[in-house]
């Protein structure tokens, strides 16, 4: 039998912590926020704060609630290293 599949939900990362590698995404929809692990995304230029975003959402047997995988989207710019036009 063929999986049935997830539906897309999107969202907006609420707070991303580039260090640690995980962060938070505020559904579109409203309800918790969803937890979101640097190893879901689908892109290689990380997240910020702001960032508009599309996931599915898994359940997490071991933290007994929901998780997002399939991560998409996000701007890669990294709190912090802002473009500045300072230097020499």
Same mark, same amino acid.
């Given at each position: 039998?063929? +999986?049935?599949?997830? &539906?897309?939900? @999107?969202?907006? =990362? /609420?707070?991303?912590? #580039?260090?640690?590698?995980?962060?938070? *995404? &505020?559904?579109?929809?409203?309800?918790?926020? *969803?937890?979101?692990?640097? @190893? $879901?995304?689908?892109?290689?230029?990380?997240? &910020? !704060?702001?960032?508009? $975003?599309?996931?599915? $959402?898994?359940?997490? #047997?071991? !933290?007994? +609630?929901?998780?997002?995988? /399939? =991560?998409?989207?996000? @701007?890669?710019?990294?709190?912090? /290293?802002?473009? @500045?036009?300072?230097?020499?």
């Amino acid at each position: 039998p063929l +999986k049935a599949e997830k &539906a897309m939900l @999107s969202g907006t =990362v /609420k707070m991303w912590n #580039e260090e640690k590698g995980f962060g938070f *995404i &505020a559904p579109g929809d409203g309800g918790a926020d *969803i937890l979101a692990h640097r @190893s $879901v995304l689908q892109t290689t230029d990380g997240l &910020a !704060k702001g960032d508009e $975003v599309t996931y599915e $959402v898994e359940y997490d #047997e071991q !933290k007994g +609630k929901e998780r997002a995988i /399939k =991560v998409c989207g996000g @701007s890669g710019k990294r709190a912090g /290293k802002g473009a @500045s036009g300072g230097g020499l």
